[in-house]
């Protein structure tokens, strides 16, 4: 299952200011007074790991003379900035970050951030002389972990398998990494007998009909059996052309990893 993401762009930031300013802002494109930077997130491309990995784009206006970013977890940011202050961690971006080549004269850069584990903020500060102004936006990366091993049977596709059942812990989400086919994973929330998966849309299994293209479920019912320990979800299977009806896939725990 490719990865539910919202790869529509969202801005995400506001600008701060800690510098006085010694001018009126422009009213026309190009004249504003102080450098600026703002950030945008979405989804990086092909060959990239959405769950880890985020594409930012940094754009500026003409007055910004350089741009610096940092990457850590949101919790550090928020100690230093509560006993230092929003301006001392704008330096810290400055000397801990990366430079960001080719921001000025109102250019956009695109930079793909990878590996990222855990809830982080993303910062970019702007300067100009000694003026600067941050904008800040934040990536949650998922940190899976094992959970129990057990037997994967579906349905559909009559097989059984080996399977590990794993955990985020942070998000309180399980999944089935390459549940049906590399890179397609199946996602759920499970809570005693409530079980959801993809928050109950349709997604992708990565196996292909060969007339129909690309085969597709969505939950019509799933849950847990404690006494058979054993996890079940029943899909309505699809294709562009239709739908095939509804079989279910089955996990029987054997054993908690611990």
Known sequence: ????????????????????????????????????????????????????DVCIRLATNNKTEAVFYLVEKTTEKADFIASNGEEAYADRVIS???????????????IIITGILGKNSITAVA?????????????FGYVWTPKYKGI?????????????????????????ANCWTEGYHAIFSWK?????????????TGQEDSRYG??????SAAGYTEKDQRLYFTYTWTVSAGSFGEFSDYFEIKEEIQ
């Open 152 to 176: 994967y049977t579906s349905e559909f596709f009559n097989e059984s398998w080996e399977a590990v059942l794993e955990y985020e812990k942070d998000a309180n989400l399980y999944r089935f």
């Open 127 to 139: 300067i100009a002389g000694n003026e600067k102004r941050m904008s800040e936006t934040s990536f």
């Open 1 to 52: 299952m490719k990865k539910y993401i919202n790869s529509l762009f969202v801005m995400l930031c506001t600008a701060m200011t800690f510098t006085a300013c010694t001018e009126e802002e422009g009213t026309m494109p190009g004249n504003d007074s102080q450098p600026s930077v703002t950030i945008y997130q979405y989804t990086p491309g092909k060959g990239y790991n959405p769950e880890n």
């Open 192 to 204: 005693g007998n409530d079980v959801l998966v993809n928050n109950g849309g349709k997604f992708e």
């Open 96 to 110: 801990n970050g990366v430079k960001v080549n080719n921001t000025s004269d109102e250019k956009n850069t695109d």
């Open 214 to 219: 690309m085969i597709s479920a969505t939950q």
